[in-house]
């Protein structure tokens, strides 16, 4: 009878498990690294839309909120498509990067303006400014009354005539499927960049490419470097060189 309890008690907590294994969204992830996995279900959302609910909360620095409109671009265009046209003080004017150079801020009529007349430009603004209340922390917004997050057709973005680099910035690269589907040091940057092209509808360098690849892994040039300065490198070396020592080889734990 008691052997039968036990059973039960152990069928019991197998379901458990496994009703928890399904709750847990991030099931699967490399440990330390759910924080990333959360990043790439913006950069991947399941439906392949970006959620504007997302752009309307406070932020607690204004660099999070400028990450946050450069996912909802990327998404959109494929491109890093937005340029911070005034950043300083309470508030950062975000604008086209094919306006880089074609477009000003009039402080006097408190509009954006084109540098030459008869200019045509993107309709892409986006105000970010800090919130202060009293007993209570300062935060960022991104004001939905001066946002307008549409690309009209005089835009340059994506185009030969345009002025600006778009390359998708290593943070947002670096979280997307096709680029933690490799895992091996030893791919090259011309495989992560053609997986990229295909699967993702995105063109970058092959060193830009493998630069999204190590951070995305955690990897770093110096760490791959200093990785050749350890021990347990060096024995490797010497066993393979068969330089030996009295007759015997590096190895560890050898004393003599």
């Not at 992830?29 to 996995?37: G, L, S």
């Not at 790439?40 to 946050?68: H, I, M, R």
């Not at 800090?130 to 001066?146: A, Q, S």
């Not at 680099?165 to 992560?192: H, P, S, W, Y």
Request: hydrophobic residues 30%; proline residues 4%.
């Amino acid at each position: 009878m008691q052997a039968n309890d036990d059973n039960e008690d152990e069928d019991g907590a197998v379901e458990g498990l496994v009703d928890l294994g399904l709750a847990n969204l991030y099931q699967g992830a490399p440990i330390h690294r759910e924080e990333q996995f959360r990043n790439s279900n913006l950069v991947n959302p399941p439906n392949g839309k970006f959620d504007q609910s997302l752009l309307w909360e406070p932020f607690q620095t204004c660099k999070a909120a400028y990450a946050t409109l450069e996912v909802e671009s990327f998404i959109n265009k494929k491109v890093n498509g937005i340029y911070q046209l005034e950043n300083g003080g309470n508030i950062c004017r975000v604008v086209c990067r094919g306006d880089v150079g074609r477009i000003k801020w009039n402080k006097t009529r408190s509009k954006f303006e084109p540098t030459r007349r008869n200019t045509h430009v993107c309709s892409y603004r986006a105000h970010i400014r800090k919130i202060r209340k009293k007993d209570h922390r300062p935060h960022w917004i991104i004001d939905p009354k001066h946002t307008e997050l549409q690309h009209n057709a005089r835009c340059l973005l994506g185009t030969r005539h345009c002025p600006s680099n778009t390359t998708v910035r290593k943070r947002i690269l670096k979280d997307i499927k096709e680029v933690r589907a490799f895992t091996d040091r030893k791919t090259r940057g011309k495989q992560v960049a053609s997986s990229i092209q295909v699967n993702a509808q995105v063109k970058v360098r092959d060193v830009h490419a493998k630069m999204a690849w190590n951070a995305g892994n955690g990897t770093s040039p110096k760490d791959f470097q200093e990785s050749f300065t350890r021990l347990p490198h060096v024995i490797k070396h010497l066993n393979s060189a068969k330089r030996e020592v009295r007759g015997k080889g590096w190895l560890v734990g050898s004393t003599g």
